[in-house]
């Protein structure tokens, strides 16, 4: 089946259209979300874009991330989920989203669990942005405020084109959205690079308590809701410090445990060379790339340690 063909078919038949995003969203998600409610409203289509949680305020300057709502448990006639690899990213967007008449899953993480009628998934793909520039393109829908919206998603997603998820399809992409009229210096440093005050703080705080282990091999940081009080900060806060760890020339396996609520961590995983992050993440229920994953485990700090300090010292 022709599944990009289909999805153009589906988008044009439709007037109402929801479009979801995952929990705790980054800029891969809500750029290619808020790409496509752009070009669909370019088009005379009713729109609604919709997380479950506020837009991050460092994603307040994405246009259109001021109309990005809550839920609202509605039934629409066509739901488009974006970067989301299986149903339970979309937290308490899933019965919204399962109750509209035709789903659509677009998304590129290598772990994705199919969870709609419709899916296009290419896990090769660097950021789900080039999926949806794919439609967007087979549309004719592209124009200056999309092309800037997926140009800026790339560049999340991609670590400004320095992961290894990079390929020349990536650079491709940024080429052809590169022709359209924004500033794409303002962009990169609009959603990659400018941080708050306080985040700078936060980052500062955490790496300064970086642990090491296997002779620099395994790096770990730990948020925890000190760190944010005295800050002022949030988990949403976190994203990004990982790769300071990264940056790092001896460093295989970097963890970035956060403190979402008493006992329980949001762990953001980052590999290189032979070492596979999603399966890390996968022996939590987690999933992702192969050099970028995520879970979530419960208990007590230390044990969330030890069980993670354990598989990665098996893998260095």
Not at 143 to 165: E, M, N, P, Q, R
Not at 256 to 266: H, L, N, R
């Amino acid at each position: 089946m022709d599944v990009q063909g289909e999805i153009v078919k589906q988008l044009t038949k439709a007037n109402d259209i929801a479009i979801f995003c995952h929990t705790n969203p980054d800029g891969d998600a809500l750029g290619s979300m808020l790409a496509l409610a752009h070009a669909l409203r370019q088009r005379g289509k009713k729109v609604g874009t919709f997380c479950d949680m506020p837009v991050p305020a460092h994603y307040n300057c994405l246009d259109g991330s001021e109309l990005v709502s809550l839920p609202d448990n509605e039934a629409h006639e066509l739901a488009v989920s974006v970067d989301c690899a299986d149903a339970d990213r979309l937290g308490k967007c899933i019965r919204s989203f399962m109750s509209a008449k035709k789903q659509i899953c677009i998304d590129h993480h290598k772990s994705f669990s199919r969870f709609a009628e419709i899916c296009y998934v290419d896990g090769n793909a660097a950021a789900c942005a080039q999926l949806v520039y794919d439609i967007l393109d087979r549309m004719k829908a592209l124009d200056d405020t999309s092309a800037k919206l997926l140009f800026g998603a790339i560049v999340t997603d991609s670590g400004c084109f320095a992961y290894s998820s990079v390929t020349a399809e990536t650079f491709k992409i940024a080429q052809e959205l590169k022709k359209y009229d924004f500033d794409s210096a303002d962009c990169v440093f609009k959603v990659f690079r400018s941080t708050s005050l306080a985040r700078f703080k936060l980052k500062s705080r955490v790496l300064n308590k970086a642990k090491f282990f296997e002779d620099g091999k395994i790096a770990l940081i730990v948020f925890d809701h000190s760190d944010f009080e005295a800050t002022g900060t949030s988990f949403e806060d976190t994203e990004g410090v990982i790769s300071e760890l990264m940056d790092i020339d001896c460093v295989k396996i970097a963890y970035a445990i956060s403190e979402v609520s008493k006992m329980s961590f949001k762990v953001s995983i980052r590999t290189r060379d032979s070492v596979d992050a999603s399966e890390i993440a996968s022996r939590f229920g987690g999933g992702g790339h192969r050099n970028a994953a995520g879970c979530r485990l419960n208990g007590f700090l230390e044990d969330v340690v030890e069980k993670l300090l354990n598989l990665a010292k098996q893998r260095v």
